[in-house]
Nanobody
Framework: QVQLVESGGGLVQAGGSLRLSCAAS????????LSWFRQAPGKEREFVAV????????YYVESVKGRFTISRDNVKNTVFLQMSKLKPEDTAVYYC????????????????????WGQGTQVTVSS
């Protein structure tokens, strides 16, 4: 069983930056693909970014490209989301998610492609 714990959310003005962290338990962390999703009030949870377990390739939703960076530290079992140039529309609860290679054939943008989820951290961007 893997447990994911997010931190780093908060209130920031538009144009500002935040760095989210997600600490994971588990001995095979380095093989997991790790993602960030977000969910705004009244909206479905949406994919934000992924860093694949094999090769470390990253992908982003179009709306955050050039502003957000996902990275991982396999020694500390932590995945990060560096967010800059934040906009009010980035306001949401941000969740990290992890999956093993058994789910590799599933679309990494889909919520059912992940075994494990964190509890979420609130990010609020004021205008």
């Amino acid at each position: 069983q893997v447990q994911l714990v997010e931190s780093g959310g908060g209130l920031v003005q538009a144009g500002g930056s935040l760095r989210l962290s997600c600490a994971a338990s588990g001995r095979t962390f380095s093989s997991y693909s790790l993602s960030w999703f977000r969910q705004a009030p009244g909206k479905e949870r949406e994919f934000v970014a992924v860093i694949l377990g094999i090769g470390g390739t990253t992908y982003y939703v179009e709306s955050v490209k050039g502003r957000f960076t996902i990275s991982r530290d396999n020694v500390k079992n932590t995945v990060f989301l560096q967010m800059s140039k934040l906009k009010p529309e980035d306001t949401a609860v941000y969740y990290c998610a992890a999956r093993t290679q058994t789910y590799a054939p599933r679309d990494y943008r889909a919520t059912d492609a992940y075994h494990y989820w964190g509890q979420g951290t609130q990010v609020t961007v004021s205008s």
